[in-house]
């Protein structure tokens, strides 16, 4: 595979990627690129994917506009006093394989996890046009630092796994599968874990560049 603007052993600046996604931003990232996200994203584990198809199944429409949307599989702890979220740290995304499919068919464009996609994920999103993203698991509370604001937006009654409306600012991630199904689990291990030590440092301050 061809690596993208950031290859192993070379040192580069972060991507900024400013939401929503269109299918053009998407297609000029690369499996390896390291990221800053900001803008709107909205949470959603297997739970609430589970009750977005049950809508569709319905003919009822869904609580946030899918086109060019972020999905951030998450599911936060509740927030400290004075805060406004808790650890926000990414879900094993395969427990969304089932569902995902569904949803790239009808605009989404990207998909923050950790662990890999099925086969059917990944063809789907070379159909669609869209990008999975890694976050760092084990730093969801460093991750909630970079929240801005925090929105409940659909199903109060899921607690952890509802779906929430996030700012972000400078959202650390890498691109581990491009919209041309270039994946970095398959074809970059070491560059994989390279970046995410890479992001932890970020994350607590360090220099990445």
Known sequence: MEYGKN???????????????????????SAGDMVRISGILYTARDAAHKQLCALLDAGRPLPFPLEDSVIY????????????????????SY?????????LGLG???MIGKGKRSAGVIEAMRQAGAV??????????????RIREVELVAFPELGAEAIRRLVVEDFPA??????????????GREA???????IRKDLV???IS
């Open 205 to 207: 301050g360090g220099s």
């Open 108 to 110: 989404l464009r990207g």
């Open 95 to 103: 427990r969304m394989d089932a569902y995902t499919p569904r949803l």
């Open 132 to 145: 999975y993203f890694g976050a760092t698991g084990g730093a969801g509370v460093l991750l909630s630092d």
């Open 192 to 198: 994989y874990l390279r970046f995410s030590q890479m």
């Open 73 to 92: 599989y998450t599911g936060p702890t509740p927030p400290l006093p004075g805060g406004i979220i808790g650890s926000a740290g990414p879900t094993t």
């Open 7 to 29: 290859p192993p052993g070379m040192e580069r600046e972060p991507i900024g990627i400013h939401l929503p996604l269109t299918r053009e931003r998407a297609a000029s990232l």
């Open 174 to 187: 890498v691109v581990v599968i491009d919209s041309r199904g270039n994946n970095l689990y398959h074809s």
